[in-house]
């Protein structure tokens, strides 16, 4: 297990009643790069017997910039096996899958209060976590003191603006998100 994977879930399982794990995942494609969640829910549409899941795709430690990638994600679980499968291609097989319910529980019961199911994933470096959100075509990183659920979503969270050009920015954020 990489040690960003078992800082990850030391440092989320103490904002969750529900376990914090590594899980075994098959790899089947037939979605679209870049838009988990709704590969999850149309896999979910096509197979009776599925859920949707959430949680981290932790990636290997990258030298080069000296942190590890952890990515926000979604994909399946067959209920009668048990067994976990991702729809969402180009997914590098060196990634450890870490199961964080929580997620798609928080994105379920904020639904109006968010304009994506997706929150920031992070970056682990030099023992501390940030957010890192696209927003404007840009990446937006954000020191995280605490992996606090709500927290997670902060980037995406609606907020009331009377300038109406705030909502194209947050459509065209929402879009980079999905992309």
């Given at each position: 297990?990489?040690?960003?994977?078992?800082?990850?879930?030391?440092?989320?399982?103490?904002?969750?009643?529900?376990?914090v794990?590594?899980?075994?995942?098959?790899?089947?494609g037939?979605?679209?790069?870049?838009?988990?969640?709704?590969?999850?829910?149309?896999?979910?549409?096509?197979?009776?017997?599925?859920?949707?899941?959430?949680g981290?795709?932790?990636?290997?430690?990258?030298?080069?910039?000296?942190?590890?990638a952890?990515?926000?994600?979604?994909?399946?679980?067959?209920?009668l096996?048990?067994?976990?499968?991702?729809?969402?291609?180009?997914?590098?097989?060196?990634?450890?899958?870490?199961?964080?319910?929580?997620?798609?529980?928080?994105?379920?019961?904020?639904?109006?209060?968010?304009?994506?199911?997706?929150?920031?994933?992070?970056?682990?470096?030099?023992?501390?976590?940030?957010?890192?959100d696209?927003?404007?075509?840009?990446?937006?990183?954000?020191?995280?003191?605490?992996?606090?659920?709500?927290?997670?979503?902060?980037?995406?969270?609606?907020?009331?603006?009377?300038?109406?050009?705030y909502?194209?920015?947050?459509?065209?954020?929402?879009?980079?998100q999905?992309?």
């Amino acid at each position: 297990m990489f040690k960003a994977t078992r800082e990850l879930i030391k440092a989320r399982q103490t904002h969750t009643d529900f376990v914090v794990e590594v899980v075994s995942v098959k790899q089947i494609g037939g979605g679209f790069v870049n838009d988990c969640f709704n590969n999850a829910c149309t896999y979910l549409e096509n197979s009776k017997d599925t859920r949707v899941v959430s949680g981290w795709l932790v990636n290997k430690f990258d030298t080069k910039s000296n942190s590890t990638a952890i990515i926000q994600h979604f994909w399946n679980v067959d209920v009668l096996s048990g067994e976990y499968i991702d729809t969402t291609p180009l997914i590098p097989s060196e990634v450890e899958y870490v199961i964080d319910v929580d997620i798609s529980i928080y994105g379920q019961e904020h639904f109006d209060e968010i304009n994506n199911c997706v929150g920031s994933s992070l970056f682990f470096k030099d023992g501390k976590f940030k957010t890192v959100d696209l927003i404007e075509g840009r990446l937006v990183e954000k020191n995280i003191s605490k992996l606090i659920t709500e927290n997670l979503f902060d980037a995406v969270r609606i907020e009331e603006f009377e300038d109406t050009n705030y909502f194209q920015v947050i459509s065209t954020a929402r879009e980079m998100q999905t992309a």
